[in-house]
């Protein structure tokens, strides 16, 4: 089952805002076995927006339209629609005595703020939770055309309450749907080019099975996809592809599904019921950001240095004047005294320490722009693991890559105390050639 995504607004046209609606209905189509083959863009103009949909329904079994609901002279769908319809546009009732009670005692309802609750005549109404303009949908040229408002929050509140149901029921009904059956592999440290060279060959043989990559910076997600009418079937094949792609991807998958690693450190740091601290120089704070973005976050964080100058590394994290001297900070003693520093101050089980040249200017022949040296002061089983980077990108390629490094150490040293073994094994592949005890 085949869908086009429609979004409508002069200011999506012109770059004023972000199209966040399509790939949000896109998603939730993804979800229900629904494929989105086109989305489209256009202008609040009567004759872009009928030439759009005239286009959308000949290629497509379901259209979903956003935008143009509003009660201002450009909110031009309903009109566009009820023409194609051959319909005359009219009043929702419903609506209407939703928005005379929203606006009762503040302000008199005008015929320019009843435009919202107009409909095309005939349509399939879908009232709306969170908003004063309805959803509808029509049948243009036996195209089922849903209409939803552009508001993000009003457009996921419809949905939600009305449009994932009714989608559900028109692909049981055509009976002959393609099921789908997909796993998500979320891998950190290697890049693009040689994850994909690394899963070159697995789906080859195997009947309606794609694999796709998708660059999140500084992660890369690989989407397994297995497609077939029967749902059994489908689900069985890429179960079987499963253990390949884990291999092939070892030791840089992570996880699978939706939980990134910033999610997944700090659940599990709170599961362990461990502690964790950070030292940081570079990354300027951004290591503590990232492990605070989960509620509940302080049962585990328990705080932070930003010690930035060579005077505040040796003040709040006890850095030897010697070693900054010798080996400057950014530098294997450097990090490794300040993960130490912090793991004492504060009292943890885990500190996390960071110390780089991140750009644009500052770098030299010894250490260019992206040399970053991290440390993780553990339990005395770990000791202190260092790793180095080199990574001349952006300056804030550098830091995000450096933090999210940090994380998975964090990670790694977590799974080196499991008593599954090969979740050790793993664990030690990250870390492997850089404990210096």
């Not at 095309?120 to 408002?149: H, K, Q, W």
């Not at 080019?193 to 690989?222: N, W």
């Amino acid at each position: 089952m085949h869908a086009e995504i429609l979004t409508i607004g002069d200011e999506l046209c012109r770059g004023e805002i972000v199209d966040t609606n399509s790939s949000y209905l896109a998603s939730r189509l993804w979800d229900l076995d629904i494929t989105t083959r086109w989305m489209t863009s256009c202008n609040d103009r009567e004759s872009d927006i009928a030439d759009a949909l005239r286009l959308a329904v000949a290629r497509s079994d379901v259209v979903l339209c956003s935008g143009g609901l509003g009660p201002t002279e450009d909110d031009l769908t309903v009109d566009v629609v009820s023409g194609l319809c051959g319909v005359a546009p009219s009043i929702d009732e419903a609506a209407r005595i939703h928005l005379e009670q929203r606006f009762a005692g503040r302000i008199e309802v005008s015929p320019l703020q009843l435009r919202q609750v107009r409909v095309p005549t005939g349509a399939r109404i879908y009232s709306n939770p969170v908003g004063l303009a309805p959803g509808f949908e029509v049948t243009v040229r036996d195209i089922p055309v849903i209409c939803m408002p552009g508001v993000p929050r009003e457009l996921h509140g419809i949905f939600d309450k009305h449009v994932e149901r009714r989608l559900t029921e028109l692909r049981e009904a055509r009976g002959d749907v393609e099921r789908i059956a997909r796993r998500i592999y979320r891998v950190f440290g290697r890049g693009e080019s040689q994850i994909s060279a690394a899963c070159r060959g697995i789906v080859d043989d195997v009947a309606g099975a794609t694999i796709h990559y998708q660059l999140k910076f500084p992660e890369t997600l690989v989407k397994l996809v297995v497609r077939d009418r029967d749902q059994a079937a489908a689900n069985a094949r890429l179960q079987g592809m499963d253990s390949i792609l884990r291999a092939r991807l070892d030791p840089y998958l992570y996880g699978t599904g939706d939980e990134n690693l910033v999610d997944r450190v700090m659940r599990r740091l709170l599961e362990a019921q461990l502690r964790v601290a950070t030292a940081e120089s570079c990354t300027g704070g951004m290591i503590g950001e990232l492990l605070t973005r989960m509620p509940g976050s302080s049962k585990a964080f328990v705080g932070g240095a930003i010690a930035y100058s060579y005077d505040e590394k040796t003040r709040q994290l006890g850095v030897r004047k010697e070693t900054l001297d010798a080996y400057g900070a950014v530098s294997e003693p450097c990090v490794r005294e300040m993960a130490a520093g912090a793991a004492e101050r504060f009292g943890v089980d885990y500190a996390v320490a960071v110390s780089g040249v991140a750009g644009p200017d500052g770098g030299t022949p010894e250490k260019p722009v992206g040399t970053v040296w991290l440390a993780l002061a553990g339990p005395e089983a770990l000791g202190i693991v260092t790793k180095k980077l080199s990574w001349p990108g952006s300056r804030d390629q550098v830091r995000t890559l450096a933090a999210w490094w940090a994380l998975r150490m964090i990670d790694a040293a977590i799974s080196m105390q499991l008593p599954d073994h090969e979740e050790r094994q793993r664990a030690q592949r990250i870390l492997v050639g850089e404990v210096k005890r």
